[in-house]
């Protein structure tokens, strides 16, 4: 794990701001397994921003809302739409999570991770 971090230091290092490095990763319990993508974004010489992305397993735990259709897609209405438009109600989930401020210090700490 020490080579590994020492590795993904030096990859956070070379980071201009503005720039992202994607990282795979997930979970593994007794019965599911889980993927998910971590998203480093050097903010500023101090500082990175994580966004932890996760679609799969584990999404009936996220923030998550109802729309219509419609207003899910940015979609006007037609003229005259009545009740039946507004009962298709779709499920939306906040599927990343974004983290700012992270020091540098913190990010390349074996710990954090």
Not at 17 to 39: D, F, I, Q
Request: proline residues 5%; contains cysteine; charged residues 25%.
């Amino acid at each position: 794990m020490t080579k590994f971090m020492k590795t993904l230091a030096e990859a956070f290092a070379v980071l201009k701001p503005g720039e992202v490095l994607l990282l795979p990763g997930g979970w593994t319990g007794l019965t599911k397994t889980a993927y998910v993508v971590y998203l480093v974004e050097k903010e500023d010489d101090a500082s990175f921003a994580l966004t932890v992305c996760n679609s799969g397993e584990g999404l009936e735990y996220h923030p998550s809302k109802f729309f219509s259709e419609r207003e899910a897609f940015d979609i006007p209405a037609p003229a005259g739409a009545g009740q039946e438009e507004a009962d298709h109600l779709k499920l939306r989930y906040q599927t990343c999570l974004r983290l700012p401020g992270i020091a540098a210090s913190r990010i390349t700490d074996m710990g954090f991770w």
